[in-house]
């Protein structure tokens, strides 16, 4: 069956280093792959999104990678700071139907501390 | 900057009463969606419309309708509310692969 697949359990780093989350997934063959933040209470918020064909994307403290052999793709923030805390969840097309239809992740919580 | 708009941030409803939640973009996308998002299951894709007047069935679209009689507005309907349907509601709109989120109808049915 298909599956996302992103650590459930919270990641607590230090303030100044870098968060790496992961996102796996199985039975899918994604165009391309996206990720969002999502803040206590309200709608996620697009960030990046890194197409099948590319290694990997920069935006100024994030970087995304995606690895189709591994069907993994990992999110850096680097230089992290309190106000990165939240949840992120990452989005793929599955591919089925049209309409840009994505399928999520249920997401990471990140939290940052000083 | 794109705005996606949604009638309630909170609501409470009875149990068999008809629910509606509406939903507004503002920058002429052709695709809207609606998701619930419970915890530990993430956001589930209840159903999406592609034009006006076109729907179709997202992962779990049972005990709901959608009516997308204009362009900018997407509505999602809960004919008789159960206790189950208590969820947080996003709608989105898309350009491209993105997808625009509303900030959220936390629905509590009793």
């Known amino acids: 069956s298909q599956k996302i697949e992103q650590n459930s359990e919270a990641l607590n780093i230090q303030e100044g280093k870098t968060a790496t989350l992961t996102c796996n997934y199985t039975?899918?063959?994604?165009?391309?792959l996206q990720w969002y933040r999502q803040d206590p209470g309200r709608g996620p918020v697009f960030l990046l999104l890194i197409r099948e064909n590319e290694k990997e994307k920069r935006k100024e403290r994030l970087k995304v990678t995606f690895d189709t052999t591994l069907k993994q793709s990992l999110f850096h923030i680097t230089a992290s700071q309190p106000a990165d805390s939240a949840t992120y969840l990452c989005?793929?097309?599955?591919?089925?139907?049209?309409?840009?239809?994505?399928?999520f992740g249920t997401g990471t919580q990140l939290k940052v501390e000083l | 900057d794109v705005k996606v708009t949604q009638s309630s941030r909170y609501l409470v409803k009875r149990t068999g009463e008809k629910v509606f939640l509406e939903c507004v973009q503002d920058m002429d996308h052709e695709n809207m969606f609606w998701y619930r998002q419970d915890p530990g299951l993430g956001l589930r894709l209840i159903y999406f419309?592609?034009?006006?007047?076109?729907?179709e069935k997202g992962d779990i679209p049972e005990g709901y309708s959608v009516s997308r009689e204009k362009k900018e507005r997407f509505s999602l309907i809960l004919e008789s509310a159960s206790t189950n349907q208590t969820s947080m509601y996003l709608c989105a709109s898309s350009y491209k692969e993105t997808q625009y989120f509303g900030p959220g109808t936390r629905l509590l049915v009793l």
């Open positions: 989005a793929l097309d599955p591919l089925t139907g049209g309409g840009n239809k994505l399928t």
């Open positions: 039975n899918y063959s994604p165009a391309y």
């Open positions: 419309s592609y034009d006006v007047k076109m729907k």
